[in-house]
């Protein structure tokens, strides 16, 4: 068996194509499609370990405010971010990055705070390059889903596994 993995913002047609196992992220609703949750999302603010140590270092919500705030096109995350934290703020100028990755990648660099979702900070924050500065995070409508042909299903359990080992993990870094 070969696996070849293969990033794309097109859903497959697992009629057509060559193709047992897509990870997709949205509401979960393909009727054509068996699926399985295979992570929630939230959002939150994360930085590098650095930014909570110090002068300036964050112990709330609005102290986030005292750093350049990462974001990706517009301050809409950030507007309900911080209504959910209870802070009232304006827009405010910062970084506008264009990928994920970029902004997780600057978070870890210490040049800001992004709002990262889980399933795209999960290894850094259990590696320790991130921290979760405050513990105020925005559940997210949509969700990562494994659509499948039943000739994966080993593969299937094991990235369920893999994804709710990561989730304990998490849990177990915020509940002590």
Not at 82 to 103: C, D, I, W
Not at 125 to 130: C, E, N, P
Not at 140 to 165: D, G, V
Request: aromatic share 8%.
């Amino acid at each position: 068996m070969v696996l070849r993995v293969a990033a794309s913002d097109q859903h497959f047609d697992f009629a057509r194509e060559d193709v047992d196992l897509a990870v997709r992220h949205g509401n979960g609703r393909w009727p054509e499609l068996e699926v399985a949750r295979l992570c929630t999302e939230q959002l939150f603010p994360v930085c590098s370990p650095k930014l909570t140590r110090g002068r300036k270092r964050i112990m709330s919500a609005s102290d986030l405010l005292k750093f350049p705030l990462l974001r990706l096109d517009d301050w809409t995350n950030w507007g309900q971010w911080f209504e959910a934290a209870g802070v009232t703020t304006k827009a405010m100028p910062g970084p506008v990055l264009n990928r994920a990755s970029m902004l997780i990648d600057a978070a870890i660099d210490g040049q800001g705070v992004a709002l990262a979702r889980t399933a795209l900070a999960v290894a850094d924050l259990i590696r320790g390059r991130l921290v979760r500065p405050v513990d105020v995070s925005m559940r997210m409508p949509n969700a990562y889903w494994i659509a499948r042909t039943p000739k994966i299903s080993t593969f299937r359990q094991w990235l369920l596994a893999e994804a709710e080992e990561d989730a304990r993990r998490l849990i177990s870094l915020y509940l002590r």
